[in-house]
């Protein structure tokens, strides 16, 4: 469980973020940072447990039937990623503090900073690829808050829009993918898909499932054609730049790439289309960080590229590769996450981020420009630094598969010894004349975390046996399946690696050198076309198209959008039914004296309805049809459903009439001909489902859940009202996404009714302050029946698992209730009665409903699993969390009622 508490934790804190920094300001980081600290020790003991014990792991089951289950496991891969995630955070979780000091949306920054944390522990150690998809997808939407910190500034608002897109349309094709997987392989336990890699490239869905899942991988970590979001995200402040693009968020793709390989690596179509996507990422990345002058842009464009090298060596494959691919993963997050800090220390102290006019800042800046410089050296693959063992390593494979992609990792190579030189040691030893002044350093909060990071690649490269033990060997081992020792060592004496590094050293300080020049030239260069263009010209299409579509469909009046679903339906519905001629058997029976009367009332209320020039009187006539339909119900042997008719038949009655009193005065709109068009529709309508039901009835039932239902339901369930046991034990699931729904519609209503009249919160203060004398028998009758109906809803709520009744119908009957006194008093008097303000009741019914599935989990038993009591309580009986969670249904439904009736009554007031 230790494994869980690791995860779920940084969601805690996530919530307890806004009160710390509100109560401690300029301490918060510090304090916050201590999380993310303990962590990074965690997983280092667990990493150093590996040798000689299994991965930790944690399971707790969720959905057996799907094969869905809360599992996480701590295997190298998932440590190194681990650590990284936990690591980097304690320091941008600091420097956040000093980088906004200030910023009143530092408390909203710390909340998703941890959300996105947490998230991103939970796809690296998921054992399980449904869960390892939604903290995938949590990922993607707390980056979309942090890239748009700066909502108020458009181009922040365009550029988490954009990720969000990106990563989003990849992560639902990803969604695909995994599913076809886990159908393929008989698992969605990534521990057990692992064995399954031969079954799985055997298998016709093999390509599918390949293409789908790398459409995930490859928009997540910025791979050609999709790496254009990754530099726009630069519109994020500096902690989000150097934690979610440079350490954690672009690494997720790679850690899938990783985790899957032993599944789906080892073929041609892996070979060429990771291998291929990653070579030309690394070198398109490469190649458009020489046109940037932004030090944010330069260091996103070469984390592209370095993204394309790690994505390229998976797609190798070799242990060689896999051993390089980990080495430039671990390098590239230590110095890149210092030098995107230090960018930001930068443009905090001088205000300027372009690097033509920085300069001369290691006087004024010395710590810093330390930072900067060592992280620089192992960008550019300097000795004796961790970049350099990296580099070297990814030569070593380029020499040991083709000379090709030697000349390609020399090259990519070559441009990040330019990009470190701008970045690393431009804007602090190169003098210019126009260039800010500075006068002191930055404050410690924004140099420690460079300093301990650059600190730490540096440490790596003097002693890198500590990495290759420690960290990387249980890392490639994972990956490969099989024990790898994975030895780094700074000299390796005179190989061809070294003089391809000596060459790189050259060919870097040369064009470093000739930088003035190169900008120049790439001032003038102007792309025309490029996948950012088209990524425009699609989204304005988009845009166009739902223009054109609302102009059309949305004419904000609700005849043609009924016309339109009920023409759709007609017209599917039919076609389905000439294409597949049906037999209809219509077996005659004599109808009973009151089925008669009762289908003849509510023929007579129906034409009423349609036909009455007073809405009151076409409300009552609604009212009898519902009423109808409830006896119905009865006199074919379904209470349950007849009793929640009948309530909501009475609910709706008082929302059509509060409605009613909105609305302006009766009038005909239509015309003759559109009224005739009308009544057609509606016969055609009519028509279809008259023969739907008769072809439904036409063939004979064979019921299968029927029979289950009866017998499980008191053995199981422990209870003897089937309809009510079904809702809140076998279908539970269901009624909380139902409430849910609910709760959300209501905050729909509510929104509307506020927010189109700007006289409403106005309107609702003058209802309060005054009291309107209404029907004195009324009043005094309410004041006696209210209690009864109140006392008679806890009845129901009570008795519904074993007799009529239920959360729902109880939840129905006391909304009546409390509406019944709002009309006979006022809107105010019931809001003081209920004490609860009504939207807070329906998160309160949420809760409740919730917990109830939790306390399963709690006790190591599926999600929503019913825990009961030993003793049966007298009057209710058993007693066991389905009642607590129809008690969560019944304090929703309450204060959805609330929450819609009282404001329609304010805001008529």
Same mark, same amino acid.
């Given at each position: 469980?230790?494994?869980?508490? =690791?995860?779920?934790?940084? !969601?805690?804190?996530?919530?307890?973020?806004?009160?710390?920094?509100?109560?401690?300001?300029?301490?918060?980081?510090?304090?916050?940072?201590?999380?993310?600290?303990?962590?990074?020790?965690?997983?280092?003991?667990?990493?150093?447990?590996?040798?000689?014990?299994?991965?930790?792991? /944690?399971?707790?089951?969720?959905?057996?039937?799907?094969?869905?289950?809360?599992?996480?496991?701590?295997?190298?891969?998932?440590?190194?990623?681990?650590?990284?995630?936990?690591?980097?955070?304690?320091?941008?979780?600091?420097?956040?503090?000093?980088?906004?000091?200030?910023?009143?949306?530092?408390?909203?920054?710390?909340?998703?900073?941890?959300?996105?944390?947490?998230?991103?522990?939970?796809?690296?150690?998921?054992?399980?690829?449904? &869960?390892?998809?939604?903290?995938?997808?949590?990922?993607?939407?707390?980056?979309?808050?942090?890239?748009?910190?700066?909502?108020?500034?458009?181009?922040?608002?365009?550029?988490?829009?954009?990720?969000?897109?990106?990563?989003?349309?990849?992560?639902?094709?990803?969604? =695909?993918?995994?599913?076809?997987?886990?159908?393929?392989?008989?698992?969605?336990? %990534?521990?057990?898909? &692992?064995?399954?890699?031969?079954?799985?490239?055997?298998?016709?869905?093999?390509?599918? %499932?390949?293409?789908?899942?790398?459409?995930?991988?490859?928009?997540?970590?910025?791979?050609?054609?999709?790496? !254009?979001?990754?530099?726009?995200?630069?519109?994020?402040?500096?902690?989000?730049?150097?934690?979610?693009?440079?350490?954690?968020?672009?690494?997720?793709?790679?850690?899938?790439?990783?985790?899957?390989?032993?599944?789906?690596?080892?073929?041609?179509?892996?070979?060429?289309?990771?291998?291929?996507?990653?070579?030309?990422?690394?070198?398109?990345?490469?190649?458009?960080?020489?046109?940037?002058?932004?030090?944010?842009?330069?260091?996103?464009?070469?984390?592209?590229?370095?993204?394309?090298?790690?994505?390229?060596?998976?797609?190798?494959?070799?242990?060689?590769?896999?051993?390089?691919?980990?080495?430039?993963?671990?390098?590239?997050?230590?110095?890149?996450?210092?030098?995107?800090?230090?960018?930001?220390?930068?443009?905090?102290?001088?205000?300027?981020?372009?690097?033509?006019?920085?300069?001369?800042?290691?006087?004024?800046?010395?710590?810093?420009?330390?930072?900067?410089?060592?992280?620089?050296?192992?960008?550019?693959?300097?000795?004796?630094?961790?970049?350099?063992?990296?580099?070297?390593?990814?030569?070593?494979?380029?020499?040991?598969?083709?000379?090709?992609?030697?000349?390609?990792?020399?090259?990519?190579?070559? &441009?990040?010894?330019?990009?470190?030189?701008?970045?690393?040691?431009?804007?602090?030893?190169?003098?210019?004349?126009?260039?800010?002044?500075?006068?002191?350093?930055?404050?410690?909060?924004?140099?420690?975390?460079?300093?301990?990071?650059?600190?730490?690649?540096?440490?790596?490269?003097?002693?890198?046996?500590?990495?290759?033990?420690?960290?990387?060997?249980?890392?490639?081992?994972?990956?490969?399946?099989?024990?790898?020792?994975?030895?780094?060592?700074?000299?390796?004496?005179?190989?061809?690696?070294?003089?391809?590094?000596?060459?790189?050293?050259?060919?870097?300080?040369?064009?470093?050198?000739?930088?003035?020049?190169?900008?120049?030239?790439?001032?003038?260069?102007?792309?025309?076309?490029?996948?950012?263009?088209?990524?425009?010209?699609?989204?304005?299409?988009?845009?166009?198209?739902?223009?054109?579509?609302?102009?059309?469909?949305?004419?904000?009046?609700?005849? /043609?959008?009924?016309?339109?679903?009920?023409?759709?339906?007609?017209?599917?519905?039919?076609?389905?039914?000439?294409?597949?001629?049906?037999?209809?058997?219509?077996?005659?029976?004599? =109808?009973? !004296?009151?089925?008669?009367?009762?289908?003849? /009332?509510?023929?007579?209320?129906?034409?009423?309805?349609?036909?009455?020039?007073?809405?009151?009187?076409?409300?009552?006539?609604?009212?009898?049809?519902?009423?109808?339909?409830?006896?119905?119900?009865?006199?074919?042997?379904?209470?349950?459903?007849?009793? %929640?008719?009948?309530?909501?038949?009475?609910?709706?009655?008082?929302?059509?009439?509060?409605?009613?009193?909105?609305?302006?005065?009766?009038?005909?709109?239509?015309?003759?001909?559109?009224?005739?068009?009308?009544?057609?529709?509606?016969?055609?309508?009519?028509?279809?489902?008259?023969?739907?039901?008769?072809?439904?009835?036409?063939?004979?039932?064979?019921?299968?859940?029927?029979?289950?239902?009866?017998?499980?339901?008191?053995?199981?369930?422990?209870?003897?009202?089937?309809?009510?046991?079904?809702?809140?034990?076998?279908?539970?699931?269901?009624?909380?996404?139902? %409430?849910?729904?609910?709760?959300?519609?209501?905050?729909?209503?509510?929104?509307?009714?506020?927010?189109?009249?700007?006289?409403?919160?106005?309107?609702?203060?003058?209802?309060?302050?005054?009291?309107?004398?209404?029907?004195?028998?009324?009043?005094?009758?309410?004041?006696?029946?209210?209690?009864?109906?109140?006392?008679?809803?806890?009845?129901?709520?009570?008795?519904?698992?074993?007799?009529?009744?239920?959360?729902?119908?109880?939840?129905?009957?006391?909304?009546?209730?409390?509406?019944?006194?709002?009309?006979?008093?006022?809107?105010?008097?019931?809001?003081?009665?209920?004490?609860?303000?009504?939207?807070?009741?329906?998160?309160?019914?949420?809760?409740?409903?919730?917990?109830?599935?939790?306390?399963?989990?709690?006790?190591?038993?599926?999600?929503?699993?019913?825990?009961?009591?030993?003793?049966?309580?007298?009057?209710?009986?058993?007693?066991?969390?389905?009642?607590?969670?129809?008690?969560?249904?019944?304090?929703?439904?309450?204060?959805?009622?609330?929450?819609?009736?009282?404001?329609?009554?304010?805001?008529?007031?």
């Amino acid at each position: 469980m230790d494994l869980l508490v =690791a995860v779920l934790s940084g !969601f805690l804190v996530a919530t307890l973020a806004p009160f710390i920094r509100g109560r401690l300001r300029d301490y918060a980081g510090w304090l916050l940072a201590v999380l993310p600290a303990g962590l990074t020790l965690y997983f280092i003991s667990l990493l150093l447990k590996l040798a000689n014990t299994p991965p930790a792991a /944690v399971k707790i089951t969720w959905a057996p039937v799907l094969g869905i289950d809360l599992a996480l496991r701590a295997d190298g891969l998932g440590l190194l990623f681990a650590l990284l995630i936990s690591g980097i955070g304690m320091c941008v979780a600091i420097y956040a503090q000093g980088y906004l000091k200030g910023d009143p949306r530092l408390n909203r920054f710390y909340a998703w900073l941890f959300i996105f944390m947490a998230s991103m522990l939970g796809v690296v150690l998921a054992d399980n690829i449904i &869960l390892l998809f939604v903290f995938w997808e949590l990922t993607s939407f707390s980056s979309f808050l942090l890239i748009g910190f700066n909502h108020d500034e458009p181009a922040s608002r365009a550029a988490a829009l954009q990720a969000l897109l990106v990563t989003g349309s990849g992560g639902l094709a990803m969604l =695909a993918g995994l599913v076809l997987l886990g159908q393929v392989s008989g698992s969605f336990e %990534i521990s057990a898909l &692992l064995s399954q890699g031969e079954a799985v490239k055997s298998s016709t869905l093999y390509l599918p %499932i390949l293409i789908l899942i790398l459409l995930g991988a490859f928009t997540k970590s910025a791979q050609f054609p999709f790496h !254009f979001w990754l530099p726009n995200a630069m519109q994020a402040p500096t902690p989000v730049s150097a934690y979610l693009h440079s350490a954690t968020m672009v690494k997720a793709g790679i850690y899938l790439l990783a985790r899957l390989s032993p599944v789906l690596g080892s073929t041609n179509e892996w070979l060429y289309l990771v291998a291929s996507a990653g070579a030309v990422t690394m070198l398109a990345g490469g190649i458009l960080a020489l046109l940037q002058t932004d030090l944010k842009r330069l260091l996103a464009y070469s984390t592209v590229s370095a993204l394309g090298m790690m994505v390229h060596l998976l797609g190798l494959g070799s242990p060689l590769a896999v051993k390089a691919a980990m080495g430039l993963l671990l390098a590239h997050a230590l110095y890149k996450g210092a030098l995107f800090l230090v960018a930001g220390a930068v443009d905090h102290e001088s205000g300027s981020r372009d690097v033509r006019r920085l300069g001369g800042l290691g006087r004024a800046m010395p710590i810093t420009a330390i930072a900067g410089g060592l992280a620089g050296l192992s960008m550019a693959g300097l000795p004796p630094t961790l970049g350099f063992i990296a580099k070297e390593t990814f030569y070593e494979t380029g020499l040991e598969l083709s000379a090709w992609l030697a000349s390609a990792a020399v090259l990519t190579a070559v &441009l990040n010894v330019y990009v470190a030189g701008a970045v690393g040691l431009e804007p602090f030893w190169i003098r210019k004349h126009e260039a800010p002044k500075v006068s002191h350093d930055a404050p410690l909060a924004l140099w420690l975390g460079p300093l301990l990071l650059a600190g730490l690649s540096l440490f790596f490269g003097l002693f890198p046996g500590a990495a290759g033990k420690q960290l990387l060997s249980p890392t490639v081992t994972a990956i490969l399946g099989k024990s790898t020792v994975v030895k780094l060592a700074l000299w390796h004496g005179f190989t061809t690696a070294l003089y391809l590094s000596m060459l790189t050293v050259i060919l870097g300080a040369g064009l470093f050198l000739a930088r003035n020049r190169v900008r120049q030239i790439a001032a003038r260069i102007n792309w025309p076309w490029g996948p950012d263009r088209i990524y425009t010209w699609a989204l304005d299409g988009l845009n166009w198209l739902a223009a054109w579509q609302t102009r059309v469909l949305q004419s904000g009046y609700l005849r /043609v959008y009924l016309t339109v679903i009920i023409l759709t339906t007609i017209g599917l519905a039919g076609y389905s039914l000439v294409a597949h001629p049906t037999k209809i058997v219509i077996e005659p029976r004599e =109808a009973r !004296f009151y089925e008669v009367i009762l289908a003849g /009332v509510i023929v007579l209320a129906t034409l009423m309805a349609t036909r009455s020039r007073s809405r009151l009187a076409a409300v009552a006539a609604l009212g009898i049809v519902g009423y109808g339909l409830s006896v119905i119900y009865l006199l074919y042997g379904a209470p349950d459903l007849a009793m %929640i008719q009948f309530a909501i038949e009475t609910l709706t009655v008082i929302l059509l009439i509060l409605v009613v009193y909105r609305l302006p005065k009766f009038t005909r709109l239509t015309s003759p001909p559109a009224r005739l068009f009308d009544i057609l529709i509606a016969l055609a309508g009519g028509c279809l489902m008259t023969i739907l039901v008769l072809v439904v009835y036409s063939y004979p039932l064979m019921p299968q859940l029927t029979p289950f239902f009866i017998e499980n339901s008191l053995a199981l369930a422990k209870g003897r009202n089937v309809v009510n046991v079904i809702l809140v034990d076998f279908r539970g699931f269901d009624t909380l996404g139902e %409430i849910t729904v609910l709760g959300t519609a209501a905050i729909g209503v509510y929104s509307l009714i506020r927010l189109t009249s700007p006289r409403a919160k106005q309107q609702a203060r003058q209802t309060q302050q005054r009291e309107k004398m209404h029907s004195l028998i009324l009043q005094t009758s309410v004041r006696w029946l209210m209690p009864l109906l109140l006392i008679f809803s806890v009845f129901l709520l009570i008795r519904g698992h074993n007799e009529l009744g239920g959360g729902f119908t109880g939840g129905v009957v006391a909304s009546a209730a409390f509406m019944l006194y709002a009309i006979a008093v006022n809107p105010a008097a019931t809001r003081a009665m209920v004490h609860i303000k009504p939207r807070l009741l329906i998160g309160l019914g949420l809760l409740v409903a919730l917990s109830s599935g939790i306390l399963a989990i709690i006790n190591g038993l599926p999600f929503m699993t019913g825990l009961w009591l030993p003793q049966e309580v007298a009057v209710i009986g058993k007693v066991g969390t389905p009642l607590l969670f129809d008690l969560g249904v019944y304090l929703a439904v309450i204060g959805v009622n609330l929450h819609i009736l009282l404001n329609l009554m304010e805001e008529k007031s």
